[in-house]
T-cell receptor, first 111, second 118 residues
Framework: QKEVEQDPGPLSVPEGAIVSLNCTYS??????FMWYRQYSRKGPELLMY????GNKEDGRFTAQVDKSSKYISLFIRDSQPSDSATYLC???????????FGQGTELSVKP | EAGVTQFPSHSVIEKGQTVTLRCDPI?????LYWYRRVMGKEIKFLLH????????ESGMPNNRFLAERTGGTYSTLKVQPAELEDSGVYFC????????????????FGPGTRLTVL
């Protein structure tokens, strides 16, 4: 069983839709939770970073962490074609330690 | 400020040959990480340097892989001899994080080296 499970999609939505991306995990030691965005032929780029449980908002993006359920989410409001990319959840047990990634969800936002 | 750079961007070699990948981290970043993504799988951790020391090499698949970071600046990852299953995209990341605290642990990724072993 993988430590982090993420539906690879692909997910296709119309412009302006609310997008919900999710990951589940099995290791209760994870404390640091991240969402990375990766465009084709580029490296992953950090989008959101959350420590422990709770919500964090940054513009159109909201990250949620529920450690009791071992479940994290990323919401994208008013999605744009430029949001089309692969979204990767990642988590770590130690600050500065190795990241454990989900498989990534490929998102396409249609104009 | 320049980001993490990796060279080459793409390498095609035959089984049994040797390949060396290079990573230049962001200037001043003590931490350097190597990750790999094999086709259809998730990105997986290989190892972590703090300056020139290997902090964690638990992800290195076998002794055909050798990583070095002489002088604590750039790093190389050598695969010798390469096998078919080594094909994938190798990512390097760096972070400023220090155990003394007060610094971000955000890992900044390079564009990756796409390795194809025929």
């Amino acid at each position: 069983q993988k430590e982090v499970e993420q539906d690879p999609g692909p997910l296709s939505v119309p412009e302006g839709a609310i997008v919900s991306l999710n990951c589940t995990y099995s290791n209760s030691a994870f404390q640091y939770f991240m969402w990375y965005r990766q465009y084709s032929r580029k490296g992953p780029e950090l989008l959101m970073y959350t420590y422990s449980s709770g919500n964090k908002e940054d513009g159109r993006f909201t990250a949620q962490v529920d450690k009791s359920s071992k479940y994290i989410s990323l919401f994208i409001r008013d999605s744009q074609p430029s949001d089309s990319a692969t979204y990767l959840c990642a988590m770590s047990a130690l600050r500065g330690g190795k990241l454990i990634f989900g498989q990534g969800t490929e998102l396409s936002v249609k104009p | 400020e320049a980001g993490v750079t990796q060279f080459p961007s793409h390498s095609v070699i035959e089984k049994g040959q040797t390949v060396t990948l290079r990573c230049d981290p962001i200037s001043g970043h003590d931490n350097l990480y190597w990750y790999r993504r094999v086709m259809g799988k998730e990105i997986k951790f290989l190892l972590h340097f703090v300056k020139e020391s290997k902090q964690d090499e638990s992800g290195m698949p076998n002794n055909r892989f050798l990583a070095e970071r002489t002088g604590g600046t750039y790093s190389t990852l050598k695969v010798q001899p390469a096998e078919l299953e080594d094909s994938g995209v190798y990512f390097c990341a760096s972070s400023l994080h220090r155990l003394a605290g007060g610094s971000t642990d955000t890992q900044y990724f390079g564009p990756g080296t796409r390795l194809t072993v025929l």
